[in-house]
């Protein structure tokens, strides 16, 4: 905690020294969450429903820091993970035409629902996809073009294989898109690709790559007080570059020696009505599935593994205090091998402060 306290305190020394004439701003949410949840028999492994609370601190409660001066602007953004985790650290510069970002963002995929169960689910993995924030370079256009280099997605067991394996990266992940405003109407394409291979070494000799890309697009049209947002997306081995979702991994093949791809499908709608300037009503649903040559049931025929979630709720603004009832289902479906995997209801709250 002392090492924390210092690194603040030495943080908000240079700020104010390097940034005496700019313009500085703190902000913060904390967020609290307040769910029953009931599960099904397939999701609680043994022959009955249970029903719990579920009551927490979320841990994407977070503080942050504002800059701007002239044409630079900075953000410094914590998240309340234990310990305390850095959600964002980026610096942006205006030039005639278009903007240099560098430091942790978010990608061009961060499109998602309003669903606030849990810590904020925004339908992820269910329909929406979410690359979350990593080391960037990223160029901006004036017009609403994006061009990004993020630090590539790593995992220990990325294709189903055993942590022993070598990743040989030579490129960072690719991330381009376009972002129009046009009166009452947003639309925005993107597309995603990574790309590493394994190396072979010295307990198994397995040498072959895994390829990912996704493309995803998302649209909103404000009808005021109604307001109807709709997305799409679509890819291969999606889970190999950080994506939540139902089995989106590669498979590995031990006798062809090769990766298998995993496709991966989702989409969500969305509607919202503004009832007054304090209280919206918004309900959304979601779906995702993927699949395999490696997912079949008993019978040797392929199957997909599938997962949705929809919810509705009711948001109330009280100066900075929102309360946001909602109620739901999240819905697992089967397994890759055809097994269900069980859903749940969940009804409650999220209690959040905007300071």
């Excluded at 029903?51 to 900075?74: I, P, W």
């Excluded at 280099?149 to 990266?169: C, G, N, Q, R």
Aim: hydrophobic content about 35%.
């Amino acid at each position: 905690m002392r090492k924390i306290m210092l690194i603040l305190g030495l943080l908000s020394m240079s700020a104010y020294y390097l940034f005496a004439e700019a313009d500085i701003k703190p902000y913060g949410s904390a967020r609290l969450g307040y769910w029953y949840e009931n599960l099904n028999k397939d999701m609680t492994g043994y022959d009955k429903t249970d029903m719990d609370l579920n009551y927490m601190l979320q841990t994407n409660s977070r503080f942050g820091v504002n800059f701007k001066n002239d044409n630079l602007t900075a953000k410094v953004e914590l998240g309340s993970k234990d310990p305390l985790n850095l959600r964002l650290l980026w610096a942006k510069f205006k030039f005639t035409g278009y903007s240099v970002l560098i430091g942790q963002d978010n990608d061009g995929t961060n499109e998602y629902s309003a669903q606030v169960y849990g810590e904020d689910l925004n339908l992820i993995g269910y329909g929406a996809v979410d690359g979350g924030r990593n080391p960037m370079v990223k160029m901006e256009l004036d017009n609403g073009f994006y061009f990004s280099l993020i630090k590539l997605y790593t995992d220990k067991d990325p294709a189903s294989v055993s942590d022993t394996k070598k990743m040989d990266i030579l490129f960072p992940k690719l991330n381009l898109g376009y972002k129009i405003k046009m009166d009452n109407l947003y639309f925005h394409p993107t597309f995603v690709y990574q790309s590493y291979s394994y190396d072979k070494d010295a307990t198994t000799v397995i040498d072959g790559s895994v390829n990912s890309w996704l493309v995803a697009c998302t649209a909103q049209m404000n009808l005021d007080p109604l307001t109807i947002r709709a997305h799409v997306n679509y890819g291969i081995n999606t889970g190999n570059m950080g994506y939540k979702g139902p089995s989106n991994k590669a498979k590995w093949d031990s006798e062809k020696n090769e990766t298998i791809d995993t496709t991966t499908m989702g989409g969500f709608g969305e509607i919202a009505f503004k009832m007054n300037d304090t209280m919206t009503f918004d309900s959304g649903v979601g779906f995702a599935s993927s699949a395999n040559d490696t997912f079949v049931d008993a019978n040797n025929k392929k199957i997909s593994d599938s997962q949705m979630s929809a919810y509705a709720q009711m948001k109330i603004k009280m100066s900075k205090l929102q309360l946001i009832p909602e109620i739901g289902i999240v819905d697992n479906m089967k397994k890759t091998d055809d097994t269900k995997e069980g859903s749940k209801l969940y009804f409650g709250t999220q209690l959040r402060m905007d300071f």
